[in-house]
């Protein structure tokens, strides 16, 4: 049987999926946003602890903890599948993209499995990047 251009076109709408941007779009929205309200929560929580200036940076490093425990448990993959886009809010999609080949590694050992794949992944800019800036951030904190 030959089909013509128009015929398979036809026959391709009728079977495809629907699209579901507009869901996709709101959900992303909505679980980005919530993501945000956390983090504006963990920042006032460390303000009333004291830390004053200090409680974005403390934030940030809260945040980045967050998510990279929640990569560990495979919370944050579920997460990621609901909200789409909405999961990539910078530091708790960094943290996740982190900390994601560790689990799938430690079988392979500390050092040239779990510690090794962070590396691979993520890149040595990134890790020593946010190790760094939380060493700092502490020493900060101490000093202060």
Excluded: H
Aim: charged share 10%; glycine share 12%; proline share 3%.
């Amino acid at each position: 049987m030959e089909l013509t251009n128009e015929q398979y076109a036809q026959i391709c709408a009728r079977y495809a999926p629907k699209s579901r941007t507009g869901l996709d779009m709101v959900r992303a929205f909505v679980c980005g946003g919530a993501v945000c309200v956390v983090g504006q929560i963990i920042m006032y929580l460390w303000g009333l602890a004291g830390l004053g200036e200090d409680a974005a940076c403390a934030t940030s490093m809260t945040l980045v903890f967050i998510g990279a425990m929640l990569t560990g448990f495979g919370i944050y993959d579920n997460f990621a599948k609901f909200a789409g886009a909405g999961s990539l809010v910078p530091i708790t999609g960094f943290a996740n993209a982190v900390a994601s080949p560790a689990p799938e590694f430690k079988t392979e050992g500390f050092v040239t499995g779990l510690a090794a794949k962070l590396f691979v992944i993520a890149g040595p800019v990134l890790v020593y990047g946010t190790l760094s800036s939380v060493i700092y951030g502490l020493i900060l904190c101490l000093i202060s």
